[in-house]
């Protein structure tokens, strides 16, 4: 089913933090809206026709770029979304950047298989880290590589994962596309639809994917995590995750 914030009547953590707080932890996820402006949207969309694999016509979702552009760090460093995240997961501990990726989405793109974030990240307290997916466009159409999000998944810990090697893969990371969590039950799917500068909060083993994009734009997005100080977590080959101030 498609769903906005209004259709499922979530709570923003701007207005009301414990009511927003509840949804989150009850559903493993939590969408907040207007998080982000439009022109510094539209300023990391403009920066990315300087990034790499624009200029080599791959298209493959960038990783890291915090290291080197200032508006993807100065938005992983944004006080309301660093604020939310200090009081969801810190314990009273420091909170740090570890990745950033952006996502060019355009026509074609494959869709992401159902997994968990922690399986890549493999964080000690699945509590402890978190990520937030924002749209740089309105995502209001049903055909734009729309996320997917699978209710209450994350209860279920960390789930066994399959290899499907027979997945074609177009403009993405090739790992989103050949490895899929196994989930336990038939969870409630919901297909977010949200707008420019909205976030999605995932819980560490919330279940979620993407559904290709048939449309003819591009889905732009910006995917950032966090986690908490004192935890393990995997870097990873490619991600290469490290800690980032937020200070």
């Not at 060019?104 to 699945?126: C, F, M, R």
């Not at 290709?212 to 995917?223: G, V």
Request: aromatic share 10%; charged share 30%; glycine share 6%.
């Amino acid at each position: 089913m498609l769903t906005t914030v209004e259709e499922l009547d979530i709570p923003q953590f701007k207005n009301n933090f414990d009511k927003a707080s509840e949804f989150y932890w009850n559903n493993g996820f939590h969408i907040e809206e207007n998080l982000f402006a439009d022109e510094i949207c539209d300023e990391l969309i403009k920066d990315s026709k300087n990034f790499e694999n624009f200029s080599n016509n791959t298209f493959v979702p960038e990783q890291q770029i915090h290291q080197k552009n200032n508006i993807s760090l100065k938005m992983m460093k944004n006080n309301i979304l660093v604020d939310v995240i200090q009081k969801l997961i810190s314990k009273n501990e420091e909170i740090f950047g570890i990745q950033s990726t952006f996502f060019y989405g355009i026509p074609g793109t494959s869709g992401s298989s159902k997994h968990q974030d922690g399986l890549w990240v493999q964080p000690e307290d699945a509590n402890g880290f978190i990520s937030a997916w924002t749209a740089l466009d309105d995502l209001l159409e049903d055909n734009i590589g729309n996320l997917v999000v699978y209710e209450s998944s994350h209860k279920d810990g960390r789930l066994e994962v399959r290899e499907d090697d027979k997945k074609e893969v177009a403009f993405q990371i090739k790992g989103l596309v050949k490895y899929q969590s196994v989930m336990k039950k038939d969870y409630k799917e919901h297909v977010i639809k949200i707008r420019k500068g909205s976030t999605v909060l995932l819980h560490s083993n919330v279940v979620h994917g993407s559904i290709p994009n048939t449309s003819e734009k591009n889905r732009y997005a910006l995917l950032l995590t966090y986690v908490r100080d004192g935890m393990g977590f995997r870097e990873g080959r490619e991600a290469k995750r490290t800690k980032t101030s937020l200070k």
